[in-house]
């Protein structure tokens, strides 16, 4: 049978979601990736058994009813122009590209059922999160379609209003970001204080990875689960006091996503 679902662009994103395909059990050649440049993603998924071609050709794109969209964004225009002509009129397009909307995605892949979609780095490993919108008048299986390939990265959420996209970007797009950045930033504290180097980085990861198991594993609110941490007058509370003293975590945390919000909505095209 021809397989009737394409990856345009196998990166590090796109072939992380096909190889979760993979792992919930789609068949290896039930889908095949175009990349002019196969790259180390790419061989990791031919080594799975899936087909990478250079190019789109007309026999192949005559069969295809989903394309997964996953070069970068600056790029899109030039893989739009490779094969949106030789697609048929009503193949799907699902599109992971950061800031590219829904009206942009249709002026250069033509009218077809499309969902925008913003998944993050921890789709690698299936803890990801993506966050999806689907254009107006968008079949609704087929938008279940697209959320069931999305969930192969993890979790997922469907938005009504596309305009809260920059905000998703923000927390879950950019997100991964700054959880990275605090466990850098514990680790050179612990350092200040006379750790050494290497046991510095380990607590720090750890702590981090750690943190996030309990969380994952408890039906506890995040805020729950500090305040079972921090008893009155203690080491906890001592450095809770120097980290929500104003101007604060959680007002730096609210400048620092207003930028990237901000950042995403003047990439917006
Ligand atoms: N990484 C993230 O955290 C993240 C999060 C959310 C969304 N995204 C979105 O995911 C998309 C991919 O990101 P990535 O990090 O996976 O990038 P990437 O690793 O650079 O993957 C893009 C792939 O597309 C290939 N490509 C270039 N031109 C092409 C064409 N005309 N046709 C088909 N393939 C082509 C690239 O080859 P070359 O390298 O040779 O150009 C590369 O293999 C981006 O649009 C990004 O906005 C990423």
Same mark, same amino acid.
């Given at each position: 049978?021809?397989?009737?679902?394409?990856?345009?662009?196998?990166?590090?994103?796109?072939?992380?979601?096909?190889?979760?395909?993979?792992?919930?059990?789609?068949?290896?050649?039930?889908?095949?990736?175009?990349?002019?440049?196969?790259?180390?993603?790419?061989?990791?998924?031919?080594?799975?058994?899936?087909?990478?071609?250079?190019?789109?050709?007309?026999?192949?794109?005559?069969?295809?009813?989903?394309?997964?969209?996953?070069?970068?964004?600056?790029?899109?225009?030039?893989?739009?122009?490779?094969?949106?002509?030789?697609?048929?009129?009503?193949?799907?397009?699902?599109?992971?590209?950061?800031?590219?909307?829904?009206?942009?995605?249709?002026?250069?892949?033509?009218?077809?059922?499309?969902?925008?979609?913003?998944?993050?780095?921890?789709?690698?490993?299936?803890?990801? /999160?993506?966050?999806?919108? %689907?254009?107006?008048? !968008?079949?609704?299986? #087929?938008? $279940?379609?697209?959320?069931?390939? &999305? =969930? +192969?990265?993890?979790?997922?959420?469907?938005?009504?209003?596309?305009?809260?996209?920059?905000?998703?970007?923000?927390?879950?797009?950019?997100?991964?970001? /700054?959880?990275?950045?605090? %466990?850098?930033?514990? !680790?050179?504290?612990? #350092?200040? $204080?006379?750790?050494?180097?290497? &046991? =510095? +980085?380990?607590?720090?990861?750890?702590?981090?990875?750690?943190?996030?198991?309990?969380?994952?594993?408890?039906?506890?609110?995040?805020?729950?689960?500090?305040?079972?941490?921090?008893?009155?007058?203690?080491?906890?509370?001592?450095?809770?006091?120097?980290?929500?003293?104003?101007?604060?975590?959680?007002?730096?945390?609210?400048?620092?996503?207003?930028?990237?919000?901000?950042?995403?909505?003047?990439?917006?095209?």
């Amino acid at each position: 049978m021809k397989p009737d679902l394409v990856l345009i662009g196998a990166g590090r994103m796109g072939s992380a979601l096909a190889a979760g395909w993979i792992a919930s059990g789609r068949p290896a050649d039930s889908f095949f990736a175009v990349d002019p440049r196969p790259g180390p993603a790419a061989a990791r998924l031919r080594e799975a058994g899936v087909r990478i071609e250079k190019t789109l050709s007309a026999e192949d794109a005559a069969g295809v009813k989903t394309v997964l969209l996953a070069v970068k964004p600056q790029i899109m225009d030039e893989a739009a122009a490779a094969v949106a002509r030789l697609l048929p009129a009503d193949a799907m397009l699902v599109s992971i590209l950061a800031g590219k909307t829904l009206d942009r995605l249709k002026e250069a892949f033509g009218d077809r059922p499309y969902v925008r979609s913003m998944p993050n780095t921890p789709a690698a490993v299936g803890k990801g /999160y993506t966050v999806y919108v %689907a254009s107006g008048g !968008a079949p609704r299986e #087929r938008v $279940e379609e697209a959320r069931s390939l &999305l =969930a +192969a990265g993890g979790d997922t959420a469907e938005l009504e209003n596309e305009g809260q996209m920059d905000a998703v970007t923000a927390v879950s797009g950019s997100g991964p970001a /700054y959880f990275f950045l605090l %466990a850098e930033a514990l !680790a050179a504290a612990g #350092r200040a $204080e006379g750790l050494p180097e290497d &046991l =510095a +980085a380990d607590l720090a990861r750890a702590t981090l990875i750690g943190s996030g198991a309990l969380l994952e594993s408890s039906t506890e609110t995040p805020g729950r689960l500090r305040e079972g941490v921090t008893s009155p007058g203690g080491t906890t509370a001592a450095a809770l006091d120097v980290l929500t003293k104003e101007p604060g975590l959680p007002a730096l945390m609210r400048r620092a996503v207003a930028a990237a919000a901000g950042r995403s909505r003047e990439l917006r095209g």
